[in-house]
């Protein structure tokens, strides 16, 4: 409650006005502790305070702090925490890499099933070849023998 009422003094008001059936200091409703940690700095900027850190979340630049939106263009938590204080769409934020029709594009005509093996034409060259394993060069030095101490 300290948290909140030091980020806007008014929300604790706010809070202790609805009654403690709506809110308590034990409200387990993620959500609600979320959207009022979320402080909005600019139109596309926010701090969001989540364990007693502070992100910093760019929309714009699509970045936060803690790098997981740069790395994975897909919105972090803190970013979806800002993206729902302005009640925008979340899906417009990830990387055009994780869109469906560009994952059909990828692979069209790529992935041809292989069907029934009596159908498989296969050249007579190929079906000569011996596949053999790869060389095994053991390691230099001497081995590590592996002991199990007895259980009495």
């Not at 993620?30 to 969001?48: C, G």
């Not at 729902?84 to 594009?105: A, F, G, V």
């Not at 079906?127 to 053999?132: P, T």
Request: hydrophobic share 30%; glycine share 4%; proline share 5%.
């Amino acid at each position: 409650m300290s948290e909140m009422s030091s980020l806007n003094p008014k929300i604790k008001d706010y809070l202790l006005e609805i009654g403690p059936g709506r809110y308590n200091i034990q409200t387990s409703n993620i959500a609600e502790s979320i959207n009022s940690a979320v402080e909005q700095l600019q139109t596309n900027t926010f701090n969001v305070k989540y364990n007693q850190k502070t992100f910093f979340v760019d929309l714009e630049k699509r970045t936060c702090t803690c790098r997981q939106f740069d790395l994975d263009e897909i919105p972090c938590s803190h970013a979806i925490a800002g993206i729902d204080k302005l009640y925008w769409n979340k899906y417009e934020y990830c990387s055009k890499w994780y869109d469906i029709m560009m994952y059909k594009n990828n692979y069209n005509g790529s992935l041809n099933p292989v069907g029934d093996k009596e159908d498989w034409n296969i050249p007579e060259d190929i079906k000569q070849e011996i596949l053999l394993p790869p060389i095994y060069k053991p390691a230099a030095g001497r081995r590590k023998k592996q002991r199990y101490k007895s259980a009495t």
